[in-house]
């Protein structure tokens, strides 16, 4: 499975720390993000992490584009709630994007555990019928 990464910058440490915990399942996946979180990550964890852009310079946009194309199957997007963005339209539309594409999706820790805890038990298998 494809797995998107996305962490506002509050929100960036504690995706490295998600990454580090669950590195042995999420290594059994192909992991792409924004360019600083996955930087982040692989550089904590060693996995390997596809990049593009930040997300603030269209890497969130790209990632868009991936899920439109049923490229992704599943997205953790740790937000930072309390602090808005200036290209907060675009999240807005990569979260309307996985609800369209039935995309699972995770804007915080807790749910981010529960996808993967339900990746590791195989519950979202399903995604490959659709490809």
């Known amino acids: 499975m494809m797995i998107a990464l996305i962490a506002h910058d509050e929100k960036k440490e504690l995706m490295v720390q998600f990454c580090i915990a669950y590195c042995g399942v999420l290594g059994q996946n192909e992991l792409c ?23 603030s310079q269209g890497g969130a946009q790209q990632i868009a584009a991936q899920i ?15 602090n808005p963005k200036l290209h907060e339209s675009s999240y807005m539309n990569l979260l309307r994007l ?5 995309i699972p999706v995770a804007t915080n ?23």
């Open 109 to 131: 820790i807790a749910t981010a555990e529960v996808l993967i805890h339900g990746l590791e038990r195989g519950d979202l298998d399903w995604r490959n019928i659709l490809k």
């Open 68 to 82: 439109a194309c049923n490229e992704i199957d599943m997205l953790l997007f740790f937000r930072d709630p309390l």
């Open 98 to 102: 996985c609800d369209v594409h039935n």
């Open 33 to 55: 993000a924004t360019g600083t979180t996955g930087k982040l990550v692989g550089e904590a964890t060693g996995l390997a992490v596809q990049k593009f852009l930040a997300g």
